[in-house]
């Protein structure tokens, strides 16, 4: 086995419950190592420790004990949480991106380091916004991806840690709830619908954000990683597209199958937080350098998560 033993931080989040069982399925689950602040549905199938990832002392340990060899680091305070605790998430996103890479360099890591759309602020494209231009964004959350990036860049320019990441769209998944992001409506939706209950939805009908089906994410997340080093020239992050809608369309794309779906709009602070981040993504580069393509568009996508709720369900 070439990989060694792999660490997931923030294994429990919405995106660590999928990838952590897609890695233990793919190299057995004794060489996958769950960690996070407690343990959860993710310590029930293989090795699981308890980590704050600002402690970099038990990272160490944590690494040692198991002779890890990757990490992917998934730990963060997302978008809408980090502005109602700026400094906590500031603390938490990049004292423990620190705390990777340090680690990295000092055991000579592989690291997955998700970056977000939310790098992207109100003076970048808001179409097809491309790989390269302005960043500024107006969240902590999008501020600390983007010092993430640039963190990284250094840690590969500088000592040669091979850190890869991807600009992560907004995460559609049936199997955890979204962690206090911007787009988790897109994800609670789904359930409201299958549980035949009416849906009060917190962005206006016509907001259009960069979304992206779970399936997809993880399997670009392993395309990436597994890439040949000579594919993965942007040390930064690279972005990634899978389908763009409003509240609107994904309603309307839901009453294909429920057709009596109510949805209403009332609008909150996290309005502001998707009016600042693009409508959709130019990911030429990912396409180019290691051979993405999406696989779920948005009828698709509906069609899987209304299938596996209603079996999670009962329904
Ligand atoms: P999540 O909020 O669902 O999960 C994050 C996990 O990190 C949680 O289980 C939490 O307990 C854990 N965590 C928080 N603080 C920690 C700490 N101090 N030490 C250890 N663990 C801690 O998030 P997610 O949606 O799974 O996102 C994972 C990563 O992907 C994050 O970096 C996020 O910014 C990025 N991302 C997610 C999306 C999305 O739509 N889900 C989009 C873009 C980028
Ligand atoms: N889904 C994430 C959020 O809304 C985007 O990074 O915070």
């Known amino acids: 086995m070439t990989t060694g033993n792999i660490l997931v931080i923030g294994a429990n989040g919405q995106i660590g419950t999928v990838l952590t069982e897609t890695l233990r399925n793919a190299h057995g689950n004794d060489r996958v190592i769950a960690s996070d602040l407690a343990p959860a549905a993710t310590a029930a199938h293989g090795p699981f420790e308890t980590l704050d ?23 963060a305070i997302l978008s809408a949480t980090g502005e109602q605790h700026p400094q906590w998430a500031w603390d938490v996103n990049m004292g423990g991106l620190f705390n990777v890479l340090e680690a990295a360099r000092e055991y000579r890591l592989k ?77 609670e939706i789904f359930h409201k619908a299958v549980l035949e209950e009416p849906f009060t939805c917190f962005l206006r009908d016509d907001t259009r954000l960069p979304m992206m089906y779970m399936d997809d994410a993880v399997r670009a997340t392993l395309l990436l990683m597994e890439a040949p080093a000579e594919q993965v020239k942007l040390h930064t992050s690279y972005n990634l597209s899978g389908m763009s809608f409003t509240p609107a369309e994904l309603s309307a794309a839901i ?51 209304l299938t596996r709720l209603r079996e999670k369900y009962g329904r």
């Open 53 to 75: 990832i600002l402690n970099a002392v038990r990272l160490g340990e944590i690494i040692r004990q198991y002779d890890i060899r990757q990490v992917y680091h998934l730990a």
């Open 111 to 187: 690291v997955f380091f998700p970056s977000s759309i939310a790098s992207f602020g109100p003076f970048a494209e808001r179409q097809n916004t491309p790989q390269h231009g302005p960043l500024e964004p107006t969240t902590v959350y999008g501020i600390s991806k983007v010092a993430g990036e640039l963190w990284s860049q250094y840690y590969f320019l500088r000592y040669g840690v091979d850190v890869r990441s991807l600009r992560y769209p907004g995460i559609i998944s049936y199997q955890s709830m979204p962690g206090g992001g911007t787009t988790d409506y897109a994800v």
């Open 255 to 305: 009453r294909a199958h429920y057709p009596g779906f109510e949805v209403q709009y009332q609008p909150d602070f996290r309005q502001g937080i998707a009016d600042s981040w693009p409508e959709s993504i130019d990911d030429t580069d990912a396409r180019h350098d290691w051979g993405w393509a999406p696989s779920f568009d948005l009828q698709a996508m509906t069609l899987e998560m």
